[in-house]
Nanobody
Framework: QVQLVESGGGLVQAGGSLRLSCAASGRLYSMRYLAWFRQAPGKEREFVASITWTGGTPYYADSVKGRFTISRDNAKNTVYLQMNSLKPEDTAVYYC????????????????WGRGTQVTVSS
């Protein structure tokens, strides 16, 4: 089992920045990919970014490319999502997810999920 706990959400004005953290614990040796997803009210959960636990090229959704950066600190067992130039359309609950299999941008491709952290961007 892998446990994931997100933090760092909040209210920010458009153009501002936030950094989300995802603390992982449990059977970390089994993890392959860590990802961030988000879900806005009335919408489906969507892929934001992913990174491998052991190193590799990050992957981003087109909607956040150039504004968001995913990174990891293995010493702290933590994955981060640095979000810059935030827009009102970035408002959503952000979820951290992990899998033990192949890369995916689908929610069904991830076995472990955190409870989410709310990000609200005001215009």
């Amino acid at each position: 089992q892998v446990q994931l706990v997100e933090s760092g959400g909040g209210l920010v004005q458009a153009g501002g920045s936030l950094r989300l953290s995802c603390a992982a614990s449990g059977r970390l040796y089994s993890m392959r990919y860590l990802a961030w997803f988000r879900q806005a009210p009335g919408k489906e959960r969507e892929f934001v970014a992913s990174i491998t636990w052991t190193g590799g090229t990050p992957y981003y959704a087109d909607s956040v490319k150039g504004r968001f950066t995913i990174s990891r600190d293995n010493a702290k067992n933590t994955v981060y999502l640095q979000m810059n130039s935030l827009k009102p359309e970035d408002t959503a609950v952000y979820y951290c997810a992990a899998n033990t299999k192949n890369w995916s941008l689908r929610t069904s491709g991830y076995e472990y999920w955190g409870r989410g952290t709310q990000v609200t961007v005001s215009s």
